[in-house]
């Protein structure tokens, strides 16, 4: 045999011991650097990150979906662990959990919001279960009620005045008219309908209102102003006004950290409840929903009788 035979020879067996790389082949490539990448990004970083941290770290080499999909499957495998009910999720690695800023996520006597919690571990990752109820009674609360996004109206049976070119807008929606006041104590938005119905939304969710005679004060005092600021001559006495609607409850008297959460239930009474984080507050909060349906006058009566009583 000849060199130039040889060599030929040689070269086609070679290739017939080298398979062709495949599709599979590439995912599996693709799949096998995305998962070294997300755990090499996370040491690099040094702290909890989050799928934008990824994405950035990425520089477009990754997709939303494969980076995802990757995390999903790291975190089922025990590489990542990932954070229960954050959003935006982040994620650390599972030798991070001692460290003091993630360690109160991990303790199997309280969360960082006090509720009993237990960590249970599985395939799909590490779960978080809070007792609730501990967690309501372990809660420091307010000692004072408040009310807040509350809901007033009032009849005026001929509203005028009312312009376009004066900040009030109209609605097709509601088919009304409303305007914003937003340089009072709270802000209001009055709501005009063609029927002479005029409502005005209080709001005052981050600074609610107490539930007693100087809150009530303060509260009048705003809704006199804007009747002064309206300029209307047919509208009635604040004290005449009806309170609608209010949220009635209390916050957490200390600040708290940690996932958010909102739960809405019935009570016995057929009205809504909640108990939600507050975030802006950093609080946790408990309300009612309720419909008084009963005029300012009523309400001041009703919490002299009470404060006299005690």
């Known amino acids: 045999m000849n060199v130039a035979s040889h060599q030929h020879t040689s070269t086609h067996n070679k290739g017939t011991r080298q398979r062709a790389m495949t599709k599979d082949d590439d995912t599996t490539m693709t799949t096998t650097t995305c998962r070294y990448f997300i755990l090499a990004h996370a040491k690099r970083l040094n702290r ?20 995802r999909n990757n995390v999903s499957t790291l975190i089922n495998d025990g590489e990542v662990f990932k954070f229960p009910k954050e959003n935006p999720a982040r994620f650390i690695l599972p030798g991070w959990k001692d460290r003091p800023e993630y360690r109160r996520w991990f303790q199997n006597d309280k969360n960082p919001m006090g509720g009993r919690v237990k960590v249970i571990e599985s395939k799909r990752g590490s779960m978080v279960r809070v007792d609730f109820v501990s967690f309501v009674e372990s809660l420091d609360w307010e000692g004072l009620c408040y009310v807040h996004d509350v809901r007033v109206e009032f009849d005026a049976v ?18 009304s008219w409303l305007r914003k006041f937003d340089d009072l104590e709270f802000p209001l938005t009055v709501q005009v309908y063609d029927t002479g119905r005029v409502q005005v939304a209080v709001k005052c969710s981050l600074k609610p209102i107490p539930f007693n005679f100087e ?25 005449d006004w009806t309170v609608t609607i209010w949220h009635y409850g209390k916050d957490s008297k200390s600040e708290v950290s940690g996932a958010s959460f909102n739960v809405t239930f019935e009570t016995w009474s057929k009205t809504l409840a909640r108990i939600y984080t507050k975030l802006e507050l950093n609080k946790i909060r408990v309300e009612e929903i309720q419909s008084p349906r009963r005029t300012v006058q009523d309400l001041f009566e009703t ?6 009583s005690r």
């Open 215 to 239: 809150g009530l004060t303060r509260l009048t005092s705003v809704l006199g102003e804007l009747k002064g600021r309206l300029g209307w001559s047919n509208v009635p006495n604040v004290a």
């Open 158 to 175: 001929r509203v005028d005045g009312i312009r376009s070119s004066d900040g009030w807008l109209w609605s097709l929606r509601s088919h």
């Open 48 to 67: 909890a990150l989050t799928y934008s941290d990824l994405l950035e770290g990425a520089e477009g080499r990754y997709t939303y979906g494969t980076l």
């Open 303 to 308: 919490i002299m009788n009470r404060e006299e």
